[in-house]
């Protein structure tokens, strides 16, 4: 073989892995995954609290695949559902969203906005998506969306909206402080100002954030939250096997792109963490439909069950 036939036959077969990585990850972007996982931050003595983190779904109308899995999700009968926002990603997903949330709007819940609720999506240079911080391609006049609606219908099924607020929910006879920023990704957050009272008698305080921002778990963390949902990050959405992200689009560290993690430091549960918050990074259940592909970082819902051990 002559050393312009190796180069066609190498050229060749990067072309065929490039062409099948990418056909995977369009695939894999449908692929949606109930991940579960464990947090003992309850008083001792309590039962379980089973918590659905729902993020990012940036909806569609045409998601039929995604509308009805959501659906599914009631089956679960979580005592507590959080949605840390990014829902929609069409100016008439409204419809089919609140569709899809329906059978979830049936429990408690509680939910903040992200980028994704307020604009539609527009197509950018998929470079942007290696910067850290891909913020700066935002269009300059782009199409609003039903925010306001969403909040409305969320609010009416008796969901509490966290946009700058604190409010306290009960879940199976469980009282729970909650405190919620509006994007701090679109520099929108304006954290709570302390309870007048001071701290209500509960048996957890949750922080609910869109984008996980240094700022904002920082001052979750110092507020007294024990525990921290998150969503935005998408995992890194495209993301390197036994490596995992190389971004999360703000300025969180890639190893807590997505998963259980403490904030600032370790997990309490681990050595040096005795300090820290709980932190839970969903990695969403959508894409934006101009990058609609997802690799190594399959498109999730997450089950969090709070159990006593704290
Ligand atoms: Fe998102």
Redesign the pocket.
Known sequence: MTPATRAAVALAGAAAAGVGALAWGVAEAHMFTLREVTVPVLPAGQPDLRVLHVS?L?LTPSQHDKIAWVRSLADLAPDLVVDTG?NMAHVGALPPLLHALEPLLRFPGAFVM?S?DYFAPSFKNPARYLRADARTSRSSDPVRLPADELAAAMSSAGWKDLTNRRDTVVADGRRIALVGVDDPHLDRDVFPAAEPGGLPDVDLRMGVTHAPYVRTLDQMHHDGSDVILA??T?GGQLCVPFYGALVTNCDVDRRRAKGLHGWPGPRPDQPGGEDSTWMHVCA?L?TSPYAPVRFACRPEAVLVTLTSGR
């Open positions: 990012d940036h990014d992200g994704n969503g935005h998408h969403g959508g």
